[in-house]
């Protein structure tokens, strides 16, 4: 499976940008879909995570600022990330698990995409 990421780039604090994850035809391979980051020197956290019926979970400390949304007929995932912050600079990562519920549990994802950067300042 693969996953493909855009929409990442750089932002002043405060501004916003859209991600997205394209899984095109893979759609029992990504019923829950999910975003993590990893910043330097750090582990990778959940961000978000999403099944294919709409059930959404979030990390506590994105609530409020993030949104996750998947477009099923093109198998796509989104993460909107609003007021943000320099501390949200990192590598963001798409992830997917096939036919089971994962939330922000790491080691339950089995497909990773490359990562798309994004750098507040």
């Known amino acids: 499976v693969q996953l493909v990421e855009s929409g990442g780039g750089s932002v002043q604090a405060g501004g916003s940008l859209r991600l997205s994850c394209a899984a095109p035809?893979?759609?029992?391979?990504?019923?829950?879909m999910g975003w993590f980051r990893q910043a330097p020197g750090k582990e990778r956290e959940g961000l978000a995570t999403i099944d294919r019926d709409g059930d959404a979970a979030y990390a506590d400390s994105m609530k409020g600022r993030f949104t996750i949304s998947r477009d099923n007929a093109k198998n796509t995932l989104y993460l909107q990330m609003n007021s943000l912050k320099p501390e949200d600079t990192a590598m963001y990562y798409c992830?997917?698990?096939?036919?089971?519920?994962?939330?922000?549990?790491?080691?339950?994802?089995?497909?990773w995409g490359q990562g798309t950067q994004v750098t507040v300042s």
């Open positions: 035809g893979y759609t029992y391979d990504t019923y829950c």
């Open positions: 992830t997917a698990a096939a036919g089971r519920w994962c939330g922000l549990a790491r080691g339950c994802y089995t497909y």
